[in-house]
C-alpha cells in the first residue's frame, strides 16, 4: 500500500540526520495520500541507519494502523490534527535542529530579518505555546500558533514544519535552521535590521512569481 509514498516519506526521514536536524531516534516526517486520506509516517525509536521504505507505517486520520508492523511516531496525533484541520497540508515534519531549537527553549521568534524569510516563511516564524508530547495537544498548538507560515518554534520542545508535500516540509524544516544559526550569529555582532511588512510583502511577491522553474 502506498509504496512510493512510503519511498518518498523514507528518504524526507534520512534526511533529517543528513542534514543535522535530529539526533538518534528523534525526529519525524510524515506524508498525507491525497486519495485515500492515509497517513505515511516514519515509526517509533527506529534508527535511522537501518529505516526502510517498508518500515512506514500507514495510519488513517483516526490514528489506527491501516498497514505496518511497527509502532508509529509518538508524534502521530500531533501531526493528525494538522491534517485534520489544514487540508493544503499534505507534509509535516518535526525536528529538534540546535539553533531553531535554541530560540523555541527561550521562547523567541525570529523576525524577517532576511529576505528567505520573507520568501519561504511569509514573514516572522512564531513562537507555540508549550504543550504536552503524545497527545493532540502539540498539534492543536501549531493550528492555533503558525498562521500562515510553514514553520514554528514550540516552546521547549522543537521545530515543527508544514507543506503541500512532505518534501516541501522537509525544505522549510532545513531552511528554518539555517537562518536560525545566521539569526544566532547576527546577534552576537549587533541587532539585526529587521524587514518592514512593505518589503515583506514585495519578496513574497518576487518569490512567488520569479523563483524556480
Not at 45 to 66: F, H, K
Not at 103 to 119: R, Y
Not at 172 to 181: P, R
Amino acid at each position: 500500500m502506498l509504496d512510493e509514498l512510503k519511498k518518498i516519506v523514507c528518504e524526507c526521514n534520512l534526511e533529517l540526520p543528513r542534514n543535522g536536524l535530529v539526533s538518534w531516534t528523534s525526529g519525524n516526517v510524515s506524508a498525507r495520500d491525497p486519495e485515500t486520506g492515509y497517513i505515511v509516517i516514519k515509526p517509533s525509536g527506529i534508527s535511522y541507519n537501518t529505516m526502510q521504505p517498508e518500515d512506514m507505517v500507514v495510519v488513517n486520520l483516526e490514528g489506527n494502523v491501516i498497514e505496518g508492523t511497527l509502532k508509529p511516531s509518538s508524534d502521530t496525533l500531533s501531526h493528525l490534527v494538522v491534517y485534520r484541520q489544514r487540508e493544503d497540508v499534505n507534509g509535516v515534519a518535526h525536528t529538534h535542529s540546535n539553533y531553531a531549537t535554541a530560540f523555541a527553549v527561550i521562547g523567541k521568534s525570529i523576525p524577517a530579518f532576511m529576505t528567505v524569510i520573507a520568501e519561504k516563511f511569509g514573514g516572522v516564524v512564531p513562537v507555540g505555546a508549550f504543550a504536552a508530547v503524545g497527545g493532540e495537544a502539540i498539534g492543536n498548538e501549531i493550528v492555533r500558533s503558525i498562521g500562515s507560515s510553514s514553520a514554528i518554534l514550540m516552546k521547549n520542545h522543537g521545530v515543527f514544519t508544514i507543506g503541500d508535500s512532505p518534501v516541501s516540509a522537509l525544505a522549510s524544516a532545513i531552511i528554518i535552521e539555517d537562518v536560525a544559526k545566521t539569526y544566532w550569529l547576527a546577534l552576537q555582532v549587533g541587532t539585526p535590521t529587521i524587514l518592514s511588512d512593505e518589503e515583506v510583502k514585495e519578496h513574497i511577491n518576487w518569490h512567488s512569481h520569479s523563483y524556480g522553474q
